[in-house]
């Protein structure tokens, strides 16, 4: 049976090899941007015949800053890169078996690219799907 917050400990562990990002495995109520928030979305249970298989979805939160501040769409254009020391998918998909939790991962997009209002204040970001198979 794979612990679904070793799941989300493996994933945060792959975005910290992100320069400057900060990642977290729970949600937060006050962030400090940048950081990647971590949310197990659903999951889908006996995906195989005999019930073996488990897909997780997951959401990843990407917080850059505050939505006013310019340069942070373009610290966000950086993460939502598909490849480069920036890119949150090369960081996510670095290690697919995120040490031997799972048995493969893939980042499947990115997308409500905009801003989020959290505790009355408003930052942008961009959400990441993940499929996590285990």
């Known amino acids: 049976m794979t612990d679904i917050s070793a ?4 994933l945060v562990t792959n975005l910290l090899t992100v320069p400057g990002l900060r990642a ?3 949600l937060i109520d006050n962030p400090n941007p ?7 979305d659903s999951i889908d249970y006996d995906l195989a015949m005999s019930g073996g298989l488990t897909q997780y ?3 990843i939160t990407v917080i850059v800053g505050r939505a006013a501040e310019r340069e942070q769409q373009r ?11 920036y890119s ?3 960081a996510v998909e670095s ?4 040490s031997g939790v799972i048995q493969d991962l893939r980042v499947l997009s990115s997308g409500s690219i905009g801003s989020i209002t959290i505790n009355d204040q408003t930052y942008l970001a ?3 799907t993940v499929t996590v198979y285990a």
């Not at 799941?7 to 493996?10: S, V």
């Not at 610290?75 to 020391?85: A, I, T």
């Not at 290690?95 to 995120?98: E, P, Y």
């Open 7 to 10: 799941i989300r400990a493996g």
């Open 24 to 26: 977290s495995a729970e």
């Open 34 to 40: 940048p950081i990647a928030l971590v949310n197990i």
């Open 57 to 59: 979805n997951v959401v």
């Open 75 to 85: 610290k966000l254009d950086l993460y939502c890169q598909p490849d480069g020391d």
């Open 88 to 90: 949150v998918k090369r």
């Open 95 to 98: 290690n697919r078996s995120l």
């Open 126 to 128: 961009a959400e990441f």
